[in-house]
């Protein structure tokens, strides 16, 4: 089951799948976010193109207050899709093993 | 294995489970499971978003392959659309000229092994197939 909220420090905990079918419950959260963001993907185990364009979608409303998305303790499957898409050009990234 | 899906994003789970058993009966390599899971959920939302005219289930059949998957996705009463000519994505466009369109196709074409398109009697049929790399 998807899950996203709040953990310590404001760090937002992502869960479990991010498709197509929980890219609107990810949006709607993401959309809450003002300021810096770190994303922890420690426990994400897959993400789909809905996804991508979610984190985008928000990276981008968020740089342009000079913010943006932090995405930490990523799995090497999901970094290979961040990097085969250009994301690792656009986000700071650290890998799960850093 | 083969089972029949309606047009709507809530059959992913139910897609998922389908990929789970498969894999688990057939023995198919786990670490192939992430490329086969996107392909198949790219595939299938591309269906359901843009053939809107046909209200008839999608049919998935998954099948071993040497050392891998042949999964194919077959569309019902539908106009044809060629996945796999779809256009390229600047993935080294600067953040203010990227858009999330276009980058589920982008991934299936560059992550999957082979890619194959049919359209017949409006029916669209695409085949993809994964291996394990040795």
């Given amino acids: 089951m998807f899950e996203i909220e709040f953990g310590d420090d404001d760090t937002v905990m992502v869960e479990c799948r991010l498709d197509a079918a929980q890219a609107v419950k990810a949006q709607t959260f993401l959309d809450q976010v003002a300021g810096a963001c770190v994303l922890d993907l420690g426990k994400l185990e897959y993400v789909s193109s809905a996804g991508l364009g979610v984190l985008l979608k928000t990276h981008k409303r968020l740089m342009g207050s000079g913010r943006g998305l932090k995405l930490i303790n990523v799995n090497h499957h999901i970094h290979d899709i961040f990097r085969y898409s250009g994301f690792d050009k656009l986000f700071v990234i650290v890998p799960a093993n850093e | ?134």
């Fill in chain 2, 1 to 134: 294995m083969k089972q029949k899906f309606k047009r709507s994003f809530d059959e992913l789970q139910n897609i998922v489970t389908m990929t789970e058993t498969v894999f688990r009966e057939e023995g198919i390599q786990p670490e192939l499971r992430h490329v086969v899971d996107l392909a198949t959920e790219e595939l299938f939302v591309n269906m359901v978003t843009y053939n809107t005219e046909s209200h008839e289930d999608i049919l998935i059949r998954m099948d071993p392959h040497e050392h891998g998957i042949e999964v194919n996705l077959t569309d019902y009463n539908v106009e044809r659309f060629d996945p796999t000519a779809a256009s390229t994505v600047d993935v080294d466009a600067p953040l203010s000229e990227r858009t999330p369109g276009g980058l589920g196709l982008y991934l299936v074409l560059k992550m999957v092994d082979s890619i194959h398109y049919e359209y017949r009697n409006r029916q669209s049929s695409i085949t993809f197939i994964v291996d394990r790399k040795e």
